[in-house]
């Protein structure tokens, strides 16, 4: 069956180190894969898309890597701010370029000021 | 653009009670989908629309759970009878023809008691 595995521990890290999140997944073979962030209370927002012919794909302090070999994703925060704490959800669209948008469970990060 | 806008953002009734959660994509995106959260089984889709016609129910639990999209500009997801089992927050997202990004509303969060 199809799997989009991510972290269910939180990640706690200090104010200006790098926070990296991983997405690991099997039995889908995703045209892209997202990234959103969601805030408690709230919905999740989008923050970057890969597509599976792209290795890494960045945005100020974000950068997302690509794998489709490893079947993995890795999204980085460089010079991480407590601002940034937030739950990361990591998305794939479903087999067969149906362009449905089949969600991971998050990961929460905590940035220590 | 005012988003995706979702009513209502909190409801609680008693278990048999008939429930209807509302939405309103964003001007011109022709996808919509409803997606439920809880912690045991993270975002679920449900339900997708593309041009106000149903295009993937396989998530909708079950009977008990409807939904329409009468028009372009809203769509309704009903729960009847409601279980405490419902109990989660209910986002709709939309999605423009043009990217692979959605964007979710603010979420509706049910309690059945």
């Known amino acids: 069956s199809q799997k989009i595995e991510q972290n269910s521990e939180a990640l706690n890290i200090q104010e200006g180190k790098t926070a990296t999140l991983t997405c690991n997944y099997t039995n889908y073979s995703p045209a892209y894969l997202q990234w959103y962030r969601q805030d408690p209370g709230r919905g999740p927002v989008f923050l970057l898309l890969i597509r599976e012919n792209e290795k890494e794909k960045r945005k100020e302090r974000l950068k997302v890597t690509f794998d489709t070999t490893l079947k993995q994703s890795l999204f980085h925060i460089t010079a991480s701010q407590p601002a940034d704490s937030a739950t990361y959800l990591c998305?794939?669209?479903?087999?067969?370029?149906?362009?449905?948008?089949?969600f991971g469970r998050g990961t929460s990060l905590i940035v220590h000021p | 653009d005012a988003g995706v806008i979702q009513s209502p953002r909190h409801e609680v009734t008693e278990m048999g009670q008939e429930v209807t959660l509302r939405c309103k994509p964003i001007s011109g995106h022709n996808s919509l989908f409803w997606y439920r959260q809880t912690m045991m089984r993270g975002l679920e889709l449900l339900i997708y629309?593309?041009?106000?016609?149903?295009?993937?129910d396989s998530g909708m639990p079950e009977d008990r759970f409807s939904a329409k999209m009468p028009n372009a500009s809203f769509s309704t997801l009903k729960i009847q009878p409601s279980e405490p089992r419902d109990s989660a927050v209910y986002f709709c997202?939309?999605?423009?023809?043009?990217?692979?990004?959605?964007?979710f509303g603010e979420g509706s969060w049910l309690t059945v008691v």
């Open positions: 998305a794939l669209d479903r087999s067969g370029g149906s362009y449905i948008p089949t």
């Open positions: 629309f593309n041009n106000n016609v149903p295009i993937d």
């Open positions: 997202a939309s999605r423009g023809d043009a990217g692979n990004t959605i964007y």
